[in-house]
Nanobody
Framework: QVQLVESGGGLVPPGGSLRLSCLAS????????MGWYRQAPGKQRESVAH???????LYADSVKGRFTISRDNRKNTVYLQMNSLKPEDTAVYYC???????????WGQGTQVTVSS
């Protein structure tokens, strides 16, 4: 299995920026894709961004042009740079890692992002 620890959440005013980090440990050589989901109060968890082993990325329409996902394989870390934050971005953000052999998905514990004045 892969253990994931997120950091970088917090309180930021509308229009501000945050960078989330997710450090992977454990069976890191089994990781292929990684990404971020978020869950706002009373809402379903939704996909935010996804990055493959070769750093191809996908984004939810709601964050395109504002968020950037990246990964540093030497540091076993995936990042989510969030700019032009809006109150509707308020949520708990969860990092995930997709494994092979055996195939599966591991999750971090989540980090709170609050966008408010």
């Amino acid at each position: 299995q892969v253990q994931l620890v997120e950091s970088g959440g917090g309180l930021v005013p509308p229009g501000g920026s945050l960078r989330l980090s997710c450090l992977a440990s454990g069976s890191i050589f089994s990781i292929n894709a990684m990404g971020w989901y978020r869950q706002a109060p009373g809402k379903q968890r939704e996909s935010v961004a996804h990055i493959t082993e070769i750093s191809s990325s996908l984004y939810a329409d709601s964050v395109k042009g504002r968020f950037t996902i990246s990964r540093d394989n030497r540091k076993n870390t995936v990042y989510l740079q969030m700019n032009s934050l809006k109150p509707e971005d308020t949520a708990v953000y969860y990092c995930y890692a997709d494994r092979r052999n055996p195939a599966g998905r591991d999750w971090g514990q989540g980090t709170q992002v609050t966008v408010s004045s």
